[in-house]
């Protein structure tokens, strides 16, 4: 059993965890993740390590509310436990010997891509990070992401928060303004890093992403989480999550991604349907 030491509501949808696992919390590393169960006949979920704090003992997650696990997920409070919490999984990120790097989030992908922009800003890299969500009310990390980056640039959908528009309006400003990235991290919704990679194959400049398909066991084994990537099949959770975005096939993750959405949103249903009868 593992404990929740912490929860903190970033936005309606949203939710920050700190959990206590110190053998997870030694070894973990930006850019890798965790699979977890909140009872002990309930679904694997992989969620990205957000944060990590090794003389705690504590490895932060934050998750969206979008099916059954991760409402039920969202009903546990601190000093409550969750049945399993295995990890770290995955390749972590590579930031040693970069200089100047651009870091871009989209929504809650924000959660993953602030660990990589505090661990490249605590190495000395110039940090150009451009967050991206459709609204004020769902942003999150902004001091965070402040404290971590060089420059912050904030975008919106609806000019609510930071700046009407993209985040790849505001990266190619920045390409041609003439900064000159080693590397462009991109980590969001798939159609966000497809035009992130997009645009920054045009100026040719390395483009990294983060891809969180469906998965199950995290080891490889069962082949659900499997992506194209430069014509040849990859495994998320073994090979990546991280790939050259120049590389994906983003359109058939996308629709690999949609395949079991009306069954997401039939379970999430379902346990709200739960909740309210155990709240009359």
């Known amino acids: 059993m593992f404990k929740i030491v912490k929860k903190k509501v970033l936005n309606p949808t949203v939710t920050l965890m700190e959990i206590e696992a110190p053998l997870v919390a030694r070894k973990a590393e930006p850019g890798q993740f965790v699979i977890l169960r909140v009872t002990d006949d309930g679904e694997r979920i992989p969620l990205t390590v957000a944060d990590f704090d ?3 003992g504590t490895i932060t997650i934050i998750f969206q509310i979008v099916g059954a696990t991760t409402a039920l997920l969202n009903q546990k409070n601190e000093g409550e436990f969750i049945s399993d919490f295995v990890g770290p999984l995955g390749r972590a990120t590579h930031t040693e010997g970069l200089k100047k790097v651009a870091v871009v989030g989209g929504g809650v992908g924000c ?3 602030y660990p990589v922009a505090k661990k490249l800003h605590e190495q000395g890299c110039c940090v150009h990070s451009i967050v991206g969500f459709r609204n ?3 942003l999150i990390l902004e001091d965070e992401f402040r404290a971590a980056s060089s420059e912050l640039i904030i975008m ?7 700046e009407k528009g993209l985040v790849t309006d505001a990266l190619k400003k920045l390409i041609e303004a003439g900064n000159q990235y080693d590397e462009v991290i991109a980590i969001g919704p798939l159609v966000m890093m497809k035009f992130v990679a997009k645009l920054t194959k045009e100026y ?12 199950i066991d995290g080891t490889g084994m069962c082949g659900g989480c499997r992506l194209t990537v430069g014509g040849e099949t990859k495994f998320a959770c073994v090979d990546g999550p991280e790939f050259d975005g120049h590389l994906v096939d983003f359109d058939e993750a996308m ?3 949609s395949m079991y959405k009306d069954f997401e949103r039939h379970a999430f249903d379902a346990t709200c349907n739960l909740f309210k009868k155990e709240v009359e």
Do not use: E, H, Q, Y
């Open 54 to 56: 090794r003389k705690a």
């Open 111 to 113: 959660a993953i891509a």
């Open 136 to 138: 004020r009310d769902l």
């Open 156 to 162: 919106s959908d609806d000019g609510s928060v930071g």
């Open 204 to 215: 040719g400049i390395k483009t990294v992403v983060s891809m969180n398909p469906v998965m």
């Open 255 to 257: 629709d690999r991604g």
